[in-house]
């Protein structure tokens, strides 16, 4: 499983979530709503500050992916042509240019919201 962690009070947190819900078909995602009680507890070392900045995925060794990366590892466990997508992280510059497009995005979230 690659647990999820994201933003429930945020509109565009939870609009992202459904895409990727929708896009998913590895059937090993946990979605986790950052405020729920159980999230803090399952994953205590995980600071409320960072999990607001961005997306957090963590898989069953206890790895934790952020932001852009947590988008890459959740296209990496899609069967098939979906999971290929991730090798787009290694082309020289991809990660660099999609980690700054995240922090863009990320910024600027609850502003969308409004």
């Given at each position: 499983?690659?647990?999820?962690?994201?933003?429930?009070?945020?509109?565009?947190?939870?609009?992202?979530?459904?895409?990727?819900?929708?896009?998913?078909?590895?059937?090993?995602?946990?979605?986790?709503?950052?405020?729920?009680?159980?999230?803090?507890?399952k994953f205590?070392?995980?600071?409320?500050?960072?999990?607001?900045?961005?997306?957090?995925?963590?898989?069953?060794?206890?790895?934790?992916?952020?932001?852009?990366?947590?988008?890459?590892?959740?296209?990496?466990?899609?069967?098939?042509?979906?999971?290929?997508?991730?090798?787009?992280?290694?082309?020289?510059?991809?990660?660099?240019?999609?980690?700054?497009?995240?922090?863009?995005?990320?910024?600027?979230?609850?502003?969308?919201?409004?």
């Amino acid at each position: 499983m690659l647990a999820i962690l994201f933003d429930g009070a945020c509109d565009m947190c939870r609009t992202s979530l459904q895409a990727i819900e929708k896009f998913d078909s590895s059937g090993r995602l946990e979605p986790i709503d950052l405020h729920e009680p159980d999230a803090r507890a399952k994953f205590p070392d995980l600071e409320l500050k960072d999990l607001l900045e961005e997306l957090h995925a963590v898989d069953d060794q206890g790895n934790v992916y952020r932001g852009a990366r947590a988008i890459n590892e959740i296209l990496r466990i899609q069967p098939g042509l979906r999971g290929w997508l991730a090798y787009a992280w290694y082309i020289p510059g991809y990660a660099w240019l999609a980690e700054r497009q995240y922090q863009r995005i990320a910024a600027s979230r609850y502003q969308r919201d409004a």
